[in-house]
């Protein structure tokens, strides 16, 4: 445990860890690792009394588990390393002594390499981070709509019949949801006779690349789920028979593959998102005031918040290359193919955090474009039915 715990960075969120210790619990409650059922109630204790280790953030290829991270995990269970305790960042001794936790775990054969030969630093970014972007696309969804509204868009491309056959999940999902959100309106009538015959296709395939990404946010969800419900440690041992055998479920490729996936179905919400707002902001294609502003030449309006979200979505298309695929030998070449996945994981979660704020530009600008449609009005939520 001690010469494993050589992470470095900054600590992993509060939460993240919390997820480590909960995961690792769960695997090894399998009863497949050889470890005494005393270490997995100890982690119960960590958890339920808030003594939360301290664990770097870099310093794992996601081969042979997450050796470093989990180990600096570990160290708090035997009574070493630092941990975070009401708020406080201390000695993890000291931290499970103030919790109650009198006695640090003694360490028995097999358990050291059972506590840090896992997925787990891997899979409580991938769970958080999957759990969060399912809400992100309700607010890609929503601002979606309320661009459609905002740049007079038709509802035509939302049509159930077009998305009833091509029959992806996510794409009728959303139109679904879209078809919700937008009930008929002054805003949609005003322009019911125009003679554009078609919108441009961050509007009119909003359904089709949202989905998309949903779809793809959803297959990430099942990956993560099998492997936080799957015993990875090694060598295994099957009681049945008295065998133990090593293998390779430590290997976090399943979850590397998935991760990428991940970050660039959400780096593709930003990418159309952003095109939204670039024709909210220019006059040529949103017949509304240059950059949504009536005091054009006193103010810049909504401007530079497209710069910040066009900044957002180029910094998304470097962290979207794969980890996955850049293996490195360690170990002496013993391991010499690693998948990368805590690297992934991180990215995935970098991404969705520039994601979000550039779904949180949009709204800004299509609450304004609308706002400048005035005295029309937008679609009333209160009158809208399920279609």
């Known amino acids: 445990i001690r010469s494993h715990s050589v992470g470095v960075g900054e600590p992993f969120p509060i939460d993240v860890v919390r997820g480590m210790m909960l995961l690792r619990a769960n695997a090894l409650a399998k009863g497949y690792s050889g470890i005494r059922f005393e270490v997995i109630i100890t982690l119960i204790e960590m958890l339920n009394a808030g003594v939360t280790p301290v664990v770097p953030q870099q310093g794992s290829v996601g081969s042979s588990g997450d050796l470093a991270p989990l180990a600096h995990m570990a160290l708090v269970l035997i009574g070493e390393g630092e941990a975070y305790y009401k708020g406080k960042r201390m000695q993890g001794l000291e931290a499970m002594k103030k919790a109650g936790i009198v006695k640090p775990v ?8 059972a506590l840090i030969n896992g997925t787990q630093a891997m899979t409580s970014v991938g769970a958080l981070t999957v759990f969060d972007a399912l809400n992100t696309v309700k607010d890609a969804i929503i601002a979606g709509s309320m661009s459609l509204e905002a740049l007079r868009g038709t509802r035509a491309a939302l049509d159930k019949r077009i998305h009833a056959i091509r029959a992806h999940e996510g794409q009728t999902d959303v139109a679904a949801a879209m078809r919700l959100l937008l009930p008929d309106s002054e805003i949609n009538q005003s322009h019911a006779e125009c003679e554009k015959v078609q919108d441009a296709y ?5 359904p089709q690349v949202i989905g998309a990404s949903l779809d793809a946010i959803r297959y990430v969800q099942s990956v993560v789920e099998t492997e936080i419900n799957s015993a990875t440690d090694n060598p295994l041992i099957f009681t ?3 065998t133990v055998i090593s293998g390779g479920n430590f290997h976090g490729q399943p979850i590397a593959l998935a991760m990428d996936f991940l970050g660039i179905a959400l780096s593709e919400l930003a990418n159309i998102s952003e095109r939204r707002v670039n024709r909210l902001v220019n006059p040529h294609l ?17 401007m530079i918040a497209q710069y910040t979200a066009a900044a957002l979505v180029s910094e998304n298309k470097v962290l979207a290359h794969p980890a996955s695929v850049d293996s490195i030998p360690t170990s002496a070449d013993q391991e010499d193919h690693v998948s990368m996945g805590t690297i992934a994981a991180r990215k995935a979660c970098s991404i969705l955090e520039n994601v979000n704020n550039v779904i949180a530009i949009e709204y800004m600008c299509a609450a304004q474009g609308v706002d400048l449609l005035a005295p029309l009005k937008a679609s009333n939520l209160s009158n809208s039915q399920s279609t």
């Open 286 to 302: 949103s017949g509304l005031p240059a950059f949504l502003t009536t005091e054009g030449g006193l103010e810049s309006g909504m």
């Open 202 to 206: 961050s509007l009119r395939c909003a």
């Open 106 to 113: 003694i360490l028995q054969a097999k358990e050291g390499v």
């Open 240 to 242: 049945d028979d008295s």
